[in-house]
C-alpha cells in the first residue's frame, strides 16, 4: 500500500467515526429523517472512499471476476452521494412540506437515471485491460466508456454547483453552528471543484493527444478526499458539534476531578461500572455520584478543627491578610477584611476543607466505628461545581493537605 492508497482509506476512516459521534447524538431519534439523512450521507461517503482505493478496486475486481467492475461501482456510489447531499440540504433548509418533497424526488428521479446510464455504459464498452489509478484517462476515447466517465463527471459538477448556491445563498440568513457548517461546505465544494477541474483537463488532455494524467493520478486523489471530509463535516457539525463540546467538557471536568475521585472512590461500592467506550458525560455522572457517596460517608468525621488550623496554616503563608473582621463573610463562609484579598481569603478556605477532608478519610478507614470529632464541620465547596474543582486541585497539591493526612495518620497510630 502507497501513501496515495492511504489518502482514500483516512477519510473513510474518519467519515466512519463521524457517524458513529452522530448516532451517539441521536439520543434514541431514530425517526428524525435529517438525523437519519445525516447518518446515510457519512456511511455512503466512507463505503465510496474505502472502494475507491486501487487495493480495494483490486480485490472487488478479483473477487467479482470482471475487470474494472469497481468503476461503475464506485461512479454510482458518487452519484449517490451526489444526491444525498442535495436531499440533505434541501431537508435542512426546510420550507413547505410539498415543495421539499418535490425537490427531493427530482433529484433522486434524476441521480436514479444517472446510475442506470453509468451501470448500462459500462456494459456496453469494452475494457478488458484492468485500471486501478488512471482509468479515466486510460479509456477517455473508449466508445460507451467515454461516455459514461463523462455522464458521471457532469452529473456529479451539476450537484456540486447546485449545492453550492443553496448553501451561499443560506449562508447570509442563519448564524453558528449552522454558519460554521454552511461555510465548511462551501470550502469543501470549493475543493472538489478543483478535483472536477483536474479531471476534464487530463481527460481533454488525452483527447488531444498529450499526457496530463498527472493532474487524474497524482493531483485528484488528495483534492476529493478533502473535499468529501469537508464537506461530510459541514453537515455534521450542527448535530454533532453540540453533544461533541459537551463531551470534550465533560471529559476535561472528569480530569479534574480525578483526585477528589481517587481520594473517595473506594468507600462506596459504585452504582455501575464504567467502560472505556462509554461517553465522557456518562463518565462524569458516575465520577460525581461516587465523590458525593464519599463526602457523605466522611460527613459525621469531618473534624472542624482541623478546618480552623489548615486555614490558619495557609493564612500564615500568605503576607498580605490581616485579621479578619467579623462583618463580612466569604462565600465559604469564613470571615473576610478590606486588607486581605478575597481570592486569597477564599484559596485558604479550600485547601482547609480539603485538609478536612483528607483526615476525615484517614478516619474512616482506621475501623468500622471511627471515634467522631468533638465539633463536626460541613464541606460547602461541594455544592459549587467549580468549588469542587478547587477542592480536588488542593487535595492533590497542597503540602497543607499533605501534612494534615500525615497527622491524622499519626494521631490513627497513636489510637490503635
Known sequence: MTAMDVVFYIPGVFLLVTAAFNLSAMKGSWRDPLMAASISVLLIGAVVCILSAPPTISVVNALTGIANFS????????????????VLMIAWRGGALERVARATRLVVCV???VIIGIVTLFALAHVPVERTRDLDTYYARTPYMREMILLYLVSHTAATAALAGMCVSWLRKVRDLTRTGLTLIVVGVLFDLSYQLAKYAAIGARWSGRDWDFLSTSLSPPLVAVAGVT?????ALPRVGPSTANNFRAWRRCR???????????LRTPLADTHWWDFPVVRLVQQEITILDGVLVCSPYLDNEVRRAACSAVRAQAPRCAAPAPAAFSPLGSPASAPCDRAALDHAEIVAEAAMLAAARVRVSSGPNPEPPAEVGRLRSVTQPHLMVELARAL?????????RRRAARQRVVHD
Do not use: K, N, T
Open 111 to 113: 441521480y436514479g437515471l
Open 396 to 404: 492533590s497539591s497542597s503540602p497543607v493537605v499533605a501534612e494534615a
Open 71 to 86: 468503476a461503475p461501482l464506485v461512479y454510482s456510489g458518487m452519484s449517490a452521494l451526489s444526491a444525498c447531499y442535495l
Open 256 to 266: 479534574l476531578l480525578r483526585p477528589l475521585w481517587l481520594e473517595l472512590r473506594d
Open 231 to 235: 464537506v461530510a463535516a459541514g453537515f
